[in-house]
Every structure is written in C-alpha cells, then in structure tokens.
C-alpha cells in the first residue's frame, strides 16, 4: 500500500514537471520567435517591431527615399508531405503611385498560398522557363514590351529556389523568399513546427531589399498619376 502510493506520488511529481518544463520550453519559443528580426532591425534607423497575433514580428522602417519597408514573417504548414516553411515578406510601398500595372509570379504554386497575391489577379500569362513550375498572372494592363521586361525578371529572380513570391504593383512591390525551413524530426514525428533559426540574419534581408528595387526598377519609367494605390 506505501508503495503504491509512493509510486502514485512520484507519478504526480513527474507530470507536474513535465508540465512546467513543456510550458518554460513555450515561453523560451515566443521569446525567440519576437526576437526573429531584432538584428534586422538595425538596418533601418527609424525600425519599429511589432508582435502579431501568431507571436511572429512585424518590422517597419523606411528607405533613404523615404518609402516604407515592412518585413513580415510567415509559418507556412498547409502543403501536404512538405516540411513547413518560414517565409520571409518584403512589401516596399511607393511614396506616389505609379502609372504601371500589376503583375506576379509564384514558385511552385499548390493554390494553398493564403499569403499570395499572385492568385488574385486575373489575367494568366505565360511564365519565363525557370528550374521551378512557375505561376505568372496580371491585371490586363501590361504591354507586350512590359511583360517580357518583367518576364525577364522573373525569369533571373526565380533562378533562386527560395524565392517564393514576386510581385508589381502600382503602389509599390512585394518579394516572398524563404527565411527557413521545419526541423524534420519535429514535424514527422511531434507533429510539431519547429523552426532552427534564432534570427533573421542581415544578408537575407539585405538580399531582399535588393530584390525588391530590382523589381521596383523594372517599370521606372512609368509616369507618376495622382490615384493612392497599396499593396
């Protein structure tokens, strides 16, 4: 009887620290996961982070020219027999719309993308030859010599496996690169989404910056007009 219940108490100790131990593991995750682009930060002097609602942070800064940066991050893990994926979001918002129209192009495209774009606009056209399934869509207002100048964009863009998603619009442009990839044990076995990654290192952000003027660029010679357009 003493052992039983000695047995019965020390079945009870161990729970409650299993317990306590799982909890103090979550806490230390969210307070990774808030941290994720405090080193990215330091790229932008006026950098503001916020905390969404998934615990992942939000950045906003601004470039020299004074366009607006927001850098979001992503946990994708709807793609069925595919490890879940940690993207990276760069939208650059221009100061004046431009007279230039919309369009897009994603990577390996599943229609499980409920952080894309691309799928909303309404026009398909025929995507540049890359090593990946590539989804290219517009608005309908591109001229032929338009399109093959962003066709030929995309076409070095996405030479890139982690780049994900790129888009034009007249108020501004988006790129969506992979920023990491879930453990596999984790997710295989735990079922968990688990991500090795303890920052958002600066290369990849400057990478993107980089990526993003190049498609801020692409149409540069397009007239400002006077309508507020966003992205």
Partial sequence: MVTSAAFMIFVAVSIAWLSM???????RALELRRSLLDSAARLFPDAQITVGRDSFPILVG???DRRRVKIELIADTLVFRRLPQLWLKMTVSEATA???PSIGALARPTGAEFYSIVHDLPEWMPPPQTGAPLLMRGDGRASHV????VSALFQKLFSDPGVKEAVITPGGVRLIRQAAQGERGAHLVLRQISFPITAVSQELVRMALSETQALSQVLLDERPVPAHATI
């Fill in 146 to 149: 338009q399109a093959e100048r």
């Fill in 62 to 64: 601004h470039l020299p």
């Fill in 98 to 100: 431009l007279q230039r």
């Fill in 21 to 27: 131990r799982a909890l103090q593991d979550h806490r």
